[in-house]
């Protein structure tokens, strides 16, 4: 038996990381010149699945390896006080020999005993972001590393958050310091922060935008770690599992995880378990992906998808908001909330269309899904319980009149 080399599941990295590499060779780069990298700060963006947080992680690894302090933090209000408060102090006290000192206590007379003292911590937990920070950096440099912010899932909501970092870092840039940052978050929550106040620090990061994979990219992040784990996969099935994915990374996993799974006892992988595997995964993706997504929406937010998912591609924003029965600037607000969760973009001027793959299908398929954003299981009492509600020949809720 083999251990199954596919990881589905947002945020779980891959044994292969398919389509990054030129990514990682940059970081290594920078990593390795220090101070003097002009790509010491970087914001990650891409539609939700196509791997931001496993990019993050992998740069984490790198910066790891190279004996860099990496301070991991997800964008959210109150951040700061996290940091301030428990994650640096707790990162200075294992890495500063001088995190603790000795205070005299009292003396005692040489007939009954000697000297007390008492641990008193030199990092207690006060908020200093700043100099906790430089600190961090100077204990790095001393040992030729430096120190690495990873912060995911940037958001309108948390953009004073980092605004206080980003004002930390860049003063300790401007002192040629090693510090490296570098934040992901959706195409319209990095839009959000390039044109936020006191984030113009950022306008001059570099900018890496995550797309799917290629097919040729697909191709390999399946029958590499097939054939890695003593397994081969025929020419037709990797095809197949490949186009199915459609280049997105959380298909491509759960695709290539169902298809091991089919007859793991069977050396070759072909068409039949990657027919089986695409079918479950495409359903698995409504269940995990999309209706997740649908949850937090509006009613309204999900009206603008479904009218949107009446075309086969982009949609006009005209025709949209017609199918809505709403004003132009009315659809527009639903639009821009749409744009900042990730869940449609904007291909060109007045067009709109789905950011997560097979969402289009998946609304046409299961209407109740936008309507409701309930689970399948949840769904199915919904409907079941509305049914035995309804009498025959009366109002649901209420009994037939005779």
Not at 26 to 48: D, I, Q
Not at 250 to 279: C, K, M, N
């Amino acid at each position: 038996m083999h251990d199954n080399p596919f990881r589905p599941g947002f945020g779980i990295s891959p044994p292969m990381l398919a389509g990054r590499d030129a990514l990682l060779d940059e970081w290594r780069e920078v990593l390795g010149l220090g101070a003097w990298s002009p790509f010491r700060a970087a914001l990650v963006t891409g539609m939700r699945g196509v791997g931001k947080t496993v990019l993050l992680n992998a740069l984490e690894d790198e910066a790891s390896a190279r004996d860099w302090t990496v301070v991991h933090g997800t964008l959210h209000v109150g951040l700061i006080e996290v940091l301030e408060h428990d994650r640096l102090p707790a990162l200075l006290e294992e890495q500063d020999p001088e995190a603790f000192s000795r205070e005299w206590t009292g003396l005692t007379l040489p007939q009954i005993g000697g000297a007390t003292t008492q641990v008193v911590p030199q990092y207690p937990r006060e908020p200093r972001l700043e100099s906790m920070l430089e600190r961090l950096v100077e204990l790095a440099e001393a040992r030729g590393a430096g120190v690495l912010l990873s912060l995911d899932e940037v958001a309108a909501a948390s953009l004073d958050e980092l605004r206080l970092i980003a004002i930390a870092v860049q003063h300790l840039q401007r002192q040629d310091r090693r510090i490296a940052i570098v934040a992901a978050g959706v195409p319209a929550s990095i839009a959000a922060a390039l044109d936020a106040d006191g984030l113009t620090f950022f306008r001059r990061a570099q900018q890496v935008r995550l797309d799917t994979l290629t097919l040729v990219e697909a191709r390999a992040a399946i029958g590499v770690p097939v054939r890695e784990r003593g397994r081969t996969i025929s020419e037709a099935a990797l095809d197949l599992a490949a186009r199915a994915s459609e280049g997105y990374p959380f298909l491509v996993q759960s695709i290539g995880a169902r298809a091991w799974e089919y007859q793991p006892s069977v050396t070759e992988i072909v068409t039949d378990a990657v027919q089986h595997a695409v079918q479950v995964a495409h359903a698995a993706m409504g269940e995990s992906v999309i209706v997740p997504a649908l949850r937090g929406l509006s009613g309204r937010d999900r009206d603008y998808l479904i009218a949107m998912a009446e075309d086969d591609g982009p949609a006009s924003t005209i025709d949209v908001a017609e199918r809505m029965g709403a004003t132009s600037g009315n659809a527009g607000r639903q639009r821009a909330r749409l744009l900042d969760a990730g869940i449609i973009v904007a291909p060109e001027r007045g067009r709109v269309d789905f950011a997560i793959p097979r969402m289009r299908e998946h609304l046409r398929a299961h209407p109740h899904d936008a309507q409701l954003g309930l689970p399948t299981a949840a769904r199915e009492t919904f409907r079941d319980g509305a049914g035995a509600n309804e009498q025959p020949g009366g109002e649901r809720g209420r009994p037939a009149v005779g």
